[in-house]
């Protein structure tokens, strides 16, 4: 593999910690999210505001753009593995630093952190599938230094007995690449403005993720709730669609109702977000 001069190794890491902070600063804003943060309010959280999800999303910035250059042209070994688990929890410290303790961003810096760490690895930039699959082999390695503490996540994956945020990643995030990212591209191409596809993307992620953000905070009421309420909106046309938009309307006062917020499922349509414009850097999108 050809090395490219450090200049350019820069410039690529710049550009991915740049997209990769934008990103999530794109799904906070994405309006109306089903019980979720949104450019209308705080949804089902009463510590989080969309401030401070911005904010939190720009302490990361610097932290991805260390694990683009640590990663360049690097292969998936244990060393790589390492160097990425101690670079994310450093960012995940940056970021309680900048929101005085509250987490916004967790779950995005596993997601997001391995996918600029694999686009990095593969010299800036690759389809979505290799870059997912680059993601997989990474995820998949063992980071001894890891902290042995439940995360709230983790705890409602070993209750409920279901996959998690870890397995996404190690399954090389097939809620992204089989379900929102085709969608988000079939919206688009049915003539749907950005933020219904996106919308239509997320409803695709809400359908079958076992998101344990709603687990723990609403148990398998809410994560039928969520499922079952997305799948409506894809089958009355999508968000594009009056009756599209009331079945979002409807999903939302039950997640609200339940006190539910798919964190889960917007990680991952910000990493949607990132593959997408990775794939197509010079699109509009």
Known sequence: MKLLPQIQVDGGAEWLARTATQCLIDEARLSPKPGLVDSRGNGAHHDLSLALMERSAHSLTSTFQALAQQSWQRPADIALRQTVGRLGRE?????MAATGGVNTHRGAIWALGLLVSAVAMLGG?????VVANTAALLAKLPDDA????????????HRYRVPGAREEAQQAFPHVMQRALP???LSRLNGSSETHARLDALMAIMTSLTDTCVLSRAGMEGLDAMQDGARAVLNAGGCATLSGRQALAS???QMLALNASPGGAADLLAATLFLDRVETPNSKH
Do not use: H, I, W, Y
Request: glycine share 10%.
């Open 146 to 157: 890891a902290p042995k503490v439940f995360s709230k996540g983790l705890r409602a994956t």
């Open 183 to 185: 969608q988000l591209r």
């Open 251 to 253: 999903l939302d006062r």
């Open 91 to 95: 960012g995940e410290q940056q970021m």
């Open 125 to 129: 930039g690759a389809k979505a599938n």
